[in-house]
């Protein structure tokens, strides 16, 4: 069943188009990547879907509400750069955050308490204040109050942008864990961590959804298979015979490796290892790898 629908939306400011009729749908419980270079319009895309920003045209459509009715009762919206009163407590900002949804004080101090456990703030953090609080500490903190109300959608602009590996593997579990209880649509450029996380992608570029589905689908459509071979003499000395086959279509040495991609990777393998086999090549590594969500990624832009 069809959580969001947005049709055709389109900002504009004065004659400079910034977002161009993009159209996508998602369902529940579904972690989706809104990926694409810095500039590309994600920021502006998500603050439209959050409420915060009117469309220039087009129609975002939820679930059974009315179209082009106020939802943001049912987003949760953690901006990139989020603010926080830092003389306050982290149970005191929740329970705060939970009084301005509407929540009575004491569904709000309950609901503090349970989620400050649930995003991994400890019971002696939660009494101290967010001034003392680490990059990922603030971040869990965000991203409680950013679902205080229970939503149905969690909206993450750059969640783990400015984090430091550890605070970015503490954010990143959670929301792993999150995407049991609602739907994530989050917005990066490091597509690593779209990789590991998401289960659909948008792919956005200049404004345009220029691909989206899921992660499975992109890559039966876009991925290749590369090989990598490294010898213990001069790659240059074997590589002229490797692109004499006709199945392969590209190659590169970049460190030693040299990066092979074919139209069809069994024939380009079976050919490598016979004249490795035949001439008694020194070879120290050979392993087929599929290529990166960042090697698709450019693919589809540069198309």
Not at 136 to 144: D, E, F, H, P, T
Request: charged fraction near 25%; glycine fraction near 6%; aromatic fraction near 6%.
């Amino acid at each position: 069943m069809t959580l969001l629908s947005v049709e055709k939306l389109t900002k504009k400011y004065g004659t400079k188009t910034i977002i161009n009729e993009i159209s996508f749908a998602f369902g529940h419980h579904k972690c989706i990547a809104l990926i694409g270079p810095n500039g590309a319009g994600k920021t502006t895309t998500l603050r439209m879907l959050a409420g915060l920003l009117k469309p220039t045209e087009g129609s975002i459509q939820f679930e059974s509400v009315a179209r082009n009715k106020d939802i943001r009762h049912l987003i949760g919206y953690l901006p990139q750069y989020p603010s926080f009163h830092s003389w306050m407590t982290g149970k005191e900002f929740l329970v705060y955050s939970g009084r301005l949804a509407n929540l009575s004080k004491e569904e709000a101090t309950n609901r503090a308490d349970s989620l400050l456990t649930e995003v991994g703030i400890s019971k002696d953090a939660q009494t101290e204040r967010i001034s003392r609080y680490s990059g990922g500490m603030k971040q869990r903190l965000g991203i409680a109050q950013a679902i205080i109300h229970k939503p149905k959608l969690l909206i993450l602009d750059e969640p783990v942008a400015s984090l430091d590996p550890l605070g970015r593997r503490e954010v990143l579990v959670l929301m792993e864990k999150l995407k049991q209880e609602m739907t994530i649509l989050f917005s990066t450029h490091i597509l690593n961590d779209a990789d590991e996380i998401s289960d659909e992608l948008l792919l956005l570029n200049n404004g345009e959804i220029i691909e989206s589905g899921s992660l499975q689908e992109l890559r039966r459509k876009y991925q290749t298979a590369v090989i990598e071979l490294s010898v213990e003499d001069d790659l240059k000395l074997y590589h002229e015979q490797i692109t004499s086959i006709p199945v392969v279509s590209q190659t590169n040495i970049e460190r030693d490796i040299l990066y092979i991609t074919a139209t069809d990777i069994k024939t380009a393998r079976e050919n490598i290892l016979a004249m490795a086999t035949r001439e008694n090549w020194p070879i120290t590594r050979f392993s087929v790898n599929q290529a990166s969500l960042e090697d698709m990624f450019m693919r589809v832009v540069n198309n």
